[in-house]
């Protein structure tokens, strides 16, 4: 063994893949193998008609493994397992995105309204029927005119006190019912969320189940509904319209865990605030964020298994070599399109498993404090756009990465994209979501200053200023030129620290938020309409902070992965990874650091060096660390990845050595010029003789 390869790093395949299943090991090897079934699998181009029914089919398939009710209470059959759900749940996506998102329209969304909406009795009369899929359903919460706006929704639930019901009425087309999965075919009833009215006085936004059809599949008295038809992905799901006139349902049809009505119409609630009430109930449903964080993830996963392995075995241009093609991973500019996605798939893959703890604790009730549900709700609402944004980016750097093949549909890139492009607006738009984010970010600032006397605030205006001059005159940038002129290794040995990664990453949220802190701070005793002018001034900074926190929170969160691994050449890999992953941050921001003062020109070109450094150094194991994953091809089920590619590959490359071996072969033309231009160059020196 040579002294490079005795020095060489290797990564420990099999227990990093057992790491990366996580805490859930267990329930993410039966969804796998359950997604493997060839049933299951995504048609690609199958007619949108037949797409739904087999859609429908499966989910019939799930409710017999007994892989879709481990959320709901033992006492009806379930496993009161809401971690162990999420991580089974979101391993669909591999087989069929549809049936994924299907699956959670039924089980998690219009189930789950049931479970954490409901009380018992509601439980034991409709979640077995939901379980079994007796009752398909349609969470209807989103109207046309109102998507991220819950709070403003406007069909209404008008109480009658003679009658001991409730009248759901949709005052005006923009309050239709929209884009509800199971609404244009399926669904048999819904959960529907209206502003509810008792004794005159809107108590806001409450929950209610409601049959919409009967056993023939009409619609029942009072409800109408149009079929969404056909979207730019998921045509496995039946999205549609629905609206109601006069639809009356029982008093005991709400949901009442959070808010109740009595016979008389008086209402009560547990939660005295109108908004917390709201915010809680509205929490309640989390899930379908931290699900699709997971969901992108693997997405991601997939895409990058088979790009990486294609790349591995495609060959394209002699460069090194007269007889053999280079192997398209082994080009610069190649390896810079894929292995920061590799980076920022293991990222997301850390912090995602963390989100599912904090998930898991807080519907566990093991840590279910307002705190607790707060620090979630942020946690998702920051990690949910990040990794869905993300794998549409993955998606598609790996499709133009494997050229014409990435564009045909059986290597899965196309369908994939086009499937997962709605996760960006689903459960929140994402920049609302990061809006979210950013008011966290700056009630939190505000709260650093509770209490602070004068002097204390007076020392914090002296070092914001000190810092600002500091700044802007460029004094920060100049230490940073005299520390590193002429030693690019004393530089790049800075940026290796993970304090300084950790500091560099933090400085760009908390810069922008103070800034805004203090904008929003001069107009506190302004009017309304001043307020909210220099709000939406800052509010695009704000959510750029909001950002740049969801990609802090995968920093740490895969920095704490490393403290697990044990084998230390895999630990010296991922080490090399999250560097990658954090100095692509800050890369991708390079301008905002030196316009801010944070890095002098001299870093910054460092790092930029350094990225590409580790890139390379990333090269020789980025095959094992997108098999860690742990897909086979049965999930994969793209061409490209079958070794197709690499037995093409061989039979080329025999193929032109038996031509070469054989003297009767054709010359090539540059060849025989190359040989005629020798001879007459020899003859023309023998004639000088």
Same mark, same amino acid.
């Given at each position: 063994?040579?002294?490079?390869?005795?020095?060489?790093?290797?990564?420990?395949?099999?227990?990093?893949?057992?790491?990366?299943? %996580?805490?859930?090991?267990?329930?993410?090897?039966?969804?796998?193998?359950?997604?493997?079934? $060839?049933?299951?699998?995504?048609?690609?181009?199958?007619?949108?008609?037949?797409?739904?029914?087999?859609?429908?089919?499966?989910?019939?398939?799930?409710?017999?493994?007994?892989?879709?009710?481990?959320?709901? $209470?033992?006492?009806?059959?379930?496993?009161?397992?809401?971690?162990?759900?999420?991580?089974?749940?979101?391993?669909?996506?591999?087989?069929?995105?549809?049936?994924?998102?299907?699956?959670?329209?039924?089980?998690?969304?219009?189930?789950?309204?049931?479970?954490?909406?409901?009380?018992?009795?509601?439980?034991?009369?409709? +979640?077995?029927? !939901?379980?079994?899929?007796?009752?398909? %359903?349609?969470?209807?919460?989103? *109207?046309?005119?109102?998507?991220?706006? &819950?709070?403003?929704?406007?069909?209404?639930?008008?109480?009658?006190?003679?009658?001991?019901?409730?009248?759901?009425?949709?005052?005006?087309?923009?309050?239709?019912?929209?884009?509800?999965?199971?609404?244009?075919?399926?669904?048999?009833?819904?959960?529907?969320?209206?502003?509810?009215?008792?004794?005159? &006085?809107?108590?806001?936004?409450?929950?209610?189940?409601?049959?919409?059809?009967?056993?023939?599949?009409?619609?029942?008295?009072?409800?109408?509904?149009?079929?969404?038809?056909?979207?730019?992905?998921?045509?496995? !799901?039946?999205?549609?319209?629905?609206?109601?006139?006069?639809?009356?349902?029982?008093?005991?049809?709400? =949901?009442?865990?959070?808010?109740?009505?009595?016979?008389?119409?008086?209402?009560?609630?547990? !939660?005295?605030?109108?908004?917390?009430?709201?915010?809680?109930? !509205?929490?309640?449903?989390?899930?379908?964020?931290?699900?699709?964080?997971?969901?992108?993830?693997?997405?991601?996963?997939?895409?990058?298994?088979?790009?990486?392995?294609?790349?591995?075995?495609?060959?394209?241009?002699?460069?090194?070599?007269?007889?053999?093609?280079?192997?398209?991973?082994?080009?610069?500019?190649?390896?810079?399109?894929?292995? $920061?996605?590799?980076?920022?798939?293991?990222?997301?893959?850390?912090?995602?498993? *963390? =989100?599912?703890?904090?998930?898991?604790?807080?519907?566990?009730?093991?840590?279910?404090?307002?705190?607790?549900?707060?620090?979630?709700?942020? +946690?998702?609402?920051?990690?949910?756009?990040?990794?869905?944004?993300?794998?549409?980016?993955?998606?598609?750097?790996?499709?133009?990465?494997?050229?014409?093949?990435?564009?045909?549909?059986?290597?899965?890139?196309?369908?994939?994209?086009?499937?997962?492009?709605?996760?960006?607006?689903?459960?929140?738009?994402?920049?609302?979501?990061?809006?979210?984010?950013?008011?966290?970010?700056?009630?939190?600032?505000?709260?650093?200053?509770?209490?602070?006397?004068?002097?204390?605030?007076?020392?914090?205006?002296?070092?914001?200023?000190?810092?600002?001059?500091?700044?802007?005159?460029?004094?920060?940038?100049?230490?940073?030129?005299?520390?590193?002129?002429?030693?690019?290794?004393?530089?790049?040995?800075?940026?290796?620290?993970?304090?300084?990664?950790?500091?560099? =990453?933090?400085?760009?949220?908390?810069?922008?938020?103070?800034?805004?802190?203090?904008?929003?701070?001069?107009?506190?005793?302004?009017?309304?309409?001043?307020?909210?002018?220099?709000?939406?001034?800052?509010?695009?900074?704000?959510?750029?902070?909001?950002?740049?926190?969801?990609?802090?929170?995968?920093?740490?969160?895969?920095?704490?992965?490393?403290?697990?691994?044990?084998?230390?050449?895999?630990?010296?890999?991922?080490?090399?990874?999250?560097?990658?992953?954090?100095?692509?941050?800050?890369?991708?921001?390079?301008?905002?650091?030196?316009?801010?003062?944070?890095?002098?020109?001299?870093?910054?070109?460092?790092?930029?060096?350094?990225?590409?450094? +580790?890139?390379?150094?990333?090269?020789?194991?980025?095959?094992?660390?997108?098999?860690?994953?742990?897909?086979?091809?049965?999930?994969?089920?793209?061409?490209?990845?079958?070794?197709?590619?690499?037995?093409?590959?061989? *039979?080329?490359?025999?193929?032109?050595?038996?031509?070469?071996?054989?003297?009767?072969?054709?010359?090539?033309?540059?060849?025989? +010029?190359?040989?005629?231009?020798?001879?007459?160059?020899?003859?023309?020196?023998?004639?000088?003789?």
């Amino acid at each position: 063994m040579s002294t490079t390869e005795s020095t060489t790093p290797r990564l420990d395949v099999a227990a990093l893949g057992e790491q990366l299943l %996580g805490r859930w090991a267990e329930v993410r090897r039966e969804a796998r193998a359950l997604s493997a079934r $060839p049933e299951l699998a995504k048609i690609e181009g199958q007619p949108m008609r037949e797409h739904r029914e087999r859609t429908l089919q499966n989910l019939y398939t799930l409710v017999e493994a007994k892989a879709v009710h481990r959320a709901f $209470p033992t006492h009806l059959g379930g496993g009161d397992d809401h971690g162990g759900n999420i991580a089974g749940f979101e391993e669909l996506v591999t087989a069929d995105p549809s049936l994924q998102i299907k699956a959670g329209v039924q089980w998690g969304l219009f189930g789950a309204a049931v479970l954490h909406l409901g009380t018992r009795e509601h439980h034991d009369k409709w +979640l077995p029927g !939901i379980m079994s899929m007796e009752i398909p %359903g349609a969470f209807a919460m989103t *109207e046309t005119g109102h998507g991220s706006d &819950v709070a403003s929704i406007a069909t209404t639930a008008t109480y009658d006190p003679q009658a001991q019901e409730f009248v759901i009425n949709t005052p005006f087309r923009a309050g239709w019912k929209d884009y509800l999965g199971n609404a244009a075919l399926h669904g048999k009833a819904a959960t529907v969320f209206a502003q509810l009215i008792t004794n005159g &006085v809107n108590h806001g936004v409450h929950c209610f189940y409601v049959p919409i059809r009967d056993e023939a599949g009409a619609f029942l008295p009072g409800i109408g509904g149009e079929d969404d038809g056909v979207k730019g992905g998921l045509n496995g !799901i039946d999205n549609g319209r629905l609206h109601f006139s006069d639809v009356r349902v029982p008093r005991t049809n709400l =949901l009442n865990r959070y808010g109740d009505v009595a016979e008389d119409g008086s209402y009560s609630s547990p !939660i005295e605030s109108p908004g917390r009430r709201f915010f809680t109930m !509205i929490g309640t449903l989390v899930q379908g964020r931290v699900s699709l964080d997971g969901a992108a993830t693997a997405a991601s996963k997939v895409a990058l298994q088979i790009a990486v392995t294609y790349a591995n075995q495609r060959r394209q241009f002699n460069a090194s070599s007269d007889v053999q093609e280079e192997v398209i991973l082994d080009y610069q500019r190649h390896q810079r399109r894929l292995i $920061p996605l590799i980076a920022r798939t293991y990222a997301g893959s850390f912090s995602h498993e *963390e =989100l599912l703890e904090a998930f898991d604790g807080v519907f566990s009730g093991e840590r279910a404090s307002d705190a607790d549900r707060e620090d979630l709700e942020t +946690l998702a609402a920051a990690l949910k756009p990040t990794t869905t944004w993300d794998a549409l980016g993955t998606l598609q750097e790996c499709r133009e990465a494997c050229g014409g093949s990435g564009f045909l549909a059986e290597n899965r890139f196309t369908g994939l994209h086009s499937d997962l492009d709605i996760y960006a607006t689903f459960e929140g738009d994402n920049n609302i979501l990061l809006q979210l984010v950013g008011k966290r970010l700056l009630t939190d600032y505000a709260k650093s200053f509770k209490g602070m006397d004068a002097a204390g605030m007076a020392r914090f205006a002296l070092r914001t200023v000190s810092d600002a001059v500091l700044a802007r005159t460029g004094l920060r940038a100049l230490g940073q030129e005299a520390r590193d002129t002429g030693s690019e290794k004393r530089s790049a040995t800075v940026l290796k620290d993970p304090e300084v990664q950790r500091a560099l =990453l933090t400085e760009r949220i908390n810069v922008t938020v103070s800034e805004i802190g203090r904008a929003l701070n001069d107009v506190a005793k302004a009017s309304s309409a001043e307020k909210a002018r220099v709000f939406n001034e800052n509010q695009d900074a704000l959510i750029k902070a909001a950002a740049a926190h969801g990609r802090l929170l995968q920093w740490e969160a895969f920095t704490r992965g490393l403290e697990a691994v044990e084998d230390e050449d895999t630990r010296t890999i991922l080490t090399w990874l999250r560097d990658l992953f954090g100095l692509g941050c800050i890369e991708e921001e390079l301008g905002w650091y030196l316009m801010h003062g944070r890095l002098s020109a001299q870093r910054a070109r460092t790092l930029v060096e350094y990225v590409d450094r +580790l890139i390379a150094r990333l090269r020789p194991h980025a095959q094992d660390l997108v098999d860690a994953f742990g897909y086979t091809q049965a999930h994969l089920r793209a061409p490209i990845s079958s070794g197709a590619e690499q037995a093409r590959q061989d *039979e080329a490359a025999e193929y032109y050595r038996h031509l070469r071996a054989d003297p009767n072969s054709p010359v090539d033309e540059k060849v025989l +010029l190359k040989r005629r231009r020798a001879e007459a160059k020899a003859a023309a020196k023998a004639g000088q003789r």
